[in-house]
T-cell receptor, first 113, second 111 residues
Framework: NAGVTQTPKFQVLKTGQSMTLQCAQD?????MYWYRQDPGMGLRLIYY???????DKGEVPNGYNVSRLNKREFSLRLESAAPSQTSVYFC????????????FGDGTRLSIL | EDQVTQSPEALRLQEGESSSLNCSYT??????LFWYRQDPGKGPEFLFT???AGEEKEKERLKATLTKKESFLHITAPKPEDSATYLC????????????FGAGTRLAVHP
């Protein structure tokens, strides 16, 4: 049971480089989410997609873009990475709205030097 | 402002020593409360959903309860494998449809 799969698991970037984080789910969920987790800050929503073809900003969207490629895949792009974007990034999916439980991948640990 | 607060931040227990974790929330129109377990280097793992005051859910040594202002995660006779960070989260309707997460309680169970 794969659930939510994120790639890569680790990445080191230099300031100004770009990168796309990939996420795929095999649970036929409609909604997908991108979070970042920082020490003392908890999980914060970056972007979400309520259904295929739609995306919306979350709490901390600046510096990021997303693409809902199809029902299974939701990618997060950093166009010009900054040290402040060093974090652990989690993708999640759920059947529907936020009143349904979300299921998380194991994260991408991203360091920006 | 919608908010979720968890206490304590960290808890150290001896194996077999039962205790409770607290999650207090302020949100208009509660649409559910979620408990997650997170192991180091892993993503949060869904444990329970509670939808109404008085509801209880159980899984092995864990029992989650819900009141109108808070939720408790009771851990009965914990084992070292229960060591993890426990997160609670509630949906909010403010601005966008999302979950608000608490900062978590780091639980360490020692043999």
């Amino acid at each position: 049971n794969a659930g939510v799969t994120q790639t890569p698991k680790f990445q080191v970037l230099k300031t100004g480089q770009s990168m796309t984080l990939q996420c795929a789910q095999d649970m036929n969920h409609n909604s997908m989410y991108w979070y970042r987790q920082d020490p003392g800050m908890g999980l914060r929503l970056i972007y979400y997609s309520a259904s295929e073809g739609t995306t919306d900003k979350g709490e901390v969207p600046n510096g990021y873009n997303v693409s809902r490629l199809n029902k299974r895949e939701f990618s997060l792009r950093l166009e010009s990475a900054a040290p402040s974007q060093t974090s652990v990034y989690f993708c999640a999916s759920s059947v529907g709205d936020a009143d349904q439980p979300q299921h998380f991948g194991d994260g991408t640990r991203l360091s920006i030097l | 402002e919608d908010q979720v607060t968890q206490s304590p931040e960290a808890l150290r227990l001896q194996e077999g020593e039962s205790s409770s974790l607290n999650c207090s929330y302020t949100v208009s129109g509660l649409r559910g409360l979620f408990w997650y377990r997170q192991d180091p280097g892993k993503g949060p793992e869904f444990l329970f959903t509670l939808y109404s005051a008085g509801e209880e859910k159980e899984k092995e040594r864990l029992k989650a309860t819900l009141t109108k202002k808070e939720s408790f995660l009771h851990i009965t006779a914990p084992k070292p494998e229960d060591s993890a960070t426990y997160l609670c989260a509630v949906p909010t309707r403010r601005g966008y449809n999302k979950l608000i997460f608490g900062a978590g309680t780091r639980l360490a169970v020692h043999p």
